[in-house]
């Protein structure tokens, strides 16, 4: 069981930016893809960015250029480093932990882009 457990949200002003992490609890870190997901009021769960095992990236379109997504395996940590916020980006942000068939969630934490 991996536990994740993801900080650095909070209030920011537009424009802002924030760095959010998210530390697990498995050594084997540096096998899983780990990505960032969030979850705005009436919402879906949407997916923002991912770093594979092997370094490689992606992003929602609507990030991009923004959000830079990274990972410090020798920490068991993954960063999203958010600029140039927008009031759109407020959500609930949750990491992900994937290996295979197995999936583990964090518990989320809130970022609120308000002036």
């Known amino acids: 069981q991996v536990q994740l457990v993801e900080s650095g949200g909070g209030l920011v002003q537009p424009g802002g930016s924030l760095r959010l992490s998210c530390a697990a609890s498995e050594s084997i870190f540096g096998q899983y893809d780990m990505t960032w997901y969030r979850q705005a009021p009436g919402k879906q769960r949407e997916f923002v960015a991912v770093?594979?095992?092997?370094?490689?990236?992606a992003y929602a379109d609507s990030v991009k250029g923004r959000f830079t997504i990274s990972r410090n395996n020798a920490k068991r940590t993954v960063y999203l480093q958010m600029n140039s916020l927008k009031p759109e980006d407020t959500a609930v942000y949750y990491c992900k932990a994937k290996l295979k068939s197995l999936e583990y969630w964090g518990q989320g934490t809130q970022v609120t882009v308000s002036s």
């Open positions: 770093i594979k095992s092997r370094y490689t990236t």
